[in-house]
């Protein structure tokens, strides 16, 4: 067998810990795939005092002092896109080691460079598990499905929003109370921003769209939206329509150029996407000829997570080397936006309107006015002189048209509220 591959871990938190169970716990089988023994010579952290469940030598104070160590590989587990994370994987890569992380906020803003970086040097920037946890999706993209190129990606990549727009429309409780119920069972952070604003759906959908359309992944060229508007009205109708309401990241090459997009979307129920429930993930790749496949398991938690660092730490041992992004890095093209206000689509509209003669009558007007057709309608109950809903399902019509109907509505003395709009998926 040939010598072992040595590895420094920096960060000993969920995937970290994860990550030394499963090499410690699985050496002889791991070694056996990987053709040599995968050895961990130094790991850091921040608390060396903190109480941990699992045993591991070879501390080293500060992390920094990973990157000129005698490690092989250095695996990066502290996160965040800046501080000491990035330090780490550029003086690693500087010194001539290769890199595993799950940093996704790092990639999607550093990536093209990074990657760069690593090719100059002849070295790996593996990445597996910063992208929907345990489903090996960047493999999938930059090595499974290359021959037919790919049309579109779109997942639910955020286990946070899924499980909380799963116990809403289950429990029909108000967005509020099921996000705190969901910190106390520790599906939620503390502070829960990055997951419910779409920020770290976005991170990882830069990531996929890098690898999808050989461009350097691109944050600032996308549409960001979270789920804190959604009301447990909006999920009910949904259901009625036959639709479930999903977070999803959705990336897709139009004539125009790249179109990527974080937001909530109604998605027909018994579609693949619609039955990704809880706190999983779900990835659909339309491949050209090839067809259109789906992938769907555990996004997060240590042991998913660790799958997937363990994979690109056994890839490396066994010397299977590949350029970081699947092409070049000095290859990745800047992306070019979409005109996304022409993408056509069918919407969900609701308005809360006084209940008045002539109100729907308005609305309907408005959006005649913009061309824009309506397919069905809900609504519900008479209260005269008060607010209720009229909900609507339109014809596939342009974003930019919907909106400018929207906008005069909006204007009416007649409408209570800003009028909520979900775009309909073809899941
Ligand atoms: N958790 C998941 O399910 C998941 C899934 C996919 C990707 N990821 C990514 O994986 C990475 C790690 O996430 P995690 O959930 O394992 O985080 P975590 O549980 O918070 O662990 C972070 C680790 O980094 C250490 N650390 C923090 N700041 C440090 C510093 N300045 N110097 C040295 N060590 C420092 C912490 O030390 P102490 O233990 O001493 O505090 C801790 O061991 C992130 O990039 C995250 O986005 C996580």
């Known amino acids: 067998m040939n010598s072992p591959l040595k590895i420094a871990i920096a960060g000993l938190g969920t995937v ?4 030394v169970k499963a090499l410690t716990s699985r050496h002889a089988a791991l070694a056996a795939q990987a053709g040599r023994g995968i050895e961990i010579v130094a790991v850091s952290a921040r608390d060396t005092k903190k109480k941990r469940d699992f045993e591991v030598g070879n501390w080293v104070a500060d992390p920094m002092a990973l990157a000129s160590g005698d490690a092989d590989v250095v695996v990066e587990l502290i996160g965040g896109e800046e501080g000491v994370a990035r330090k780490l994987v550029e003086a690693a890569l500087e010194n ?3 890199v595993v992380t799950a940093n996704k906020a790092l990639l999607a803003k550093h990536g093209k460079r990074l990657a760069e970086l690593a090719e100059k040097n002849n070295l790996q920037l593996k990445f597996e598990a910063a992208v929907a946890g345990g489903i ?3 493999s999938i993209l930059r090595e499974a499905l290359i021959a037919h190129g790919v049309d579109a990606v779109k997942g639910i990549l955020n286990g946070t929003c899924n499980y909380i727009l799963t116990e809403m429309e289950v429990s029909g409780r108000g967005f509020a109370e099921v996000l705190k119920d969901a910190q106390a069972k520790g599906y939620a952070e503390a502070d829960p921003t990055l997951d419910i604003g779409g920020g770290d759906t976005a991170h990882k959908l830069a990531l996929l ?3 999808a359309f050989g461009t350097a992944p691109d ?3 996308m549409k960001v939206e979270g789920i804190e508007q959604i009301t447990a009205a909006d999920i009910g109708f949904a259901s009625e329509f036959g639709f479930r309401i999903k977070l999803l990241g959705v990336a897709r090459q139009t004539s125009s150029g790249i179109d990527q997009r974080v937001h909530l979307a109604m998605v027909r129920a018994r579609t693949p996407l619609a039955n990704v429930d809880g706190a999983a993930n779900g990835v659909v790749v339309d491949a050209g000829e090839a067809g259109s496949f789906f992938f769907s398991g555990r996004g997060a938690g240590e042991a998913p997570t660790a799958s997937a660092v363990v994979s690109d730490i056994v890839e490396i041992a066994r010397g299977s080397f590949g350029p970081v992004f699947g092409r070049p890095a000095a ?14 689509s069918a919407y969900y509209l609701r308005f809360e309107v006084l209940d008045v003669p002539g109100v729907l009558a308005e609305i309907a007007g408005r959006l005649s006015e913009a061309n824009v057709s309506i397919e069905s309608m809900i609504q519900r109950g008479r209260a005269p002189g008060e607010s209720v809903a009229i909900v609507m399902i339109t014809h ?14 909006a204007a009416s003395d007649k409408v209570r509220a800003r009028p909520c709009m979900i775009p309909m998926e073809a899941a």
């Open 331 to 344: 290859s990745l093209k800047t992306l070019v936006p979409a005109d996304s206000g022409a993408a056509l």
């Open 396 to 409: 596939e019509s342009p974003q930019y048209a919907v909106e400018r109907a929207l906008k005069a509505i």
């Open 219 to 221: 944050l600032a060229n």
């Open 209 to 211: 769209s890098s690898l």
């Open 96 to 98: 001539g080691k290769h």
């Open 16 to 19: 970290g810990g994860g990550v």
């Open 136 to 138: 090996p999706v960047v």
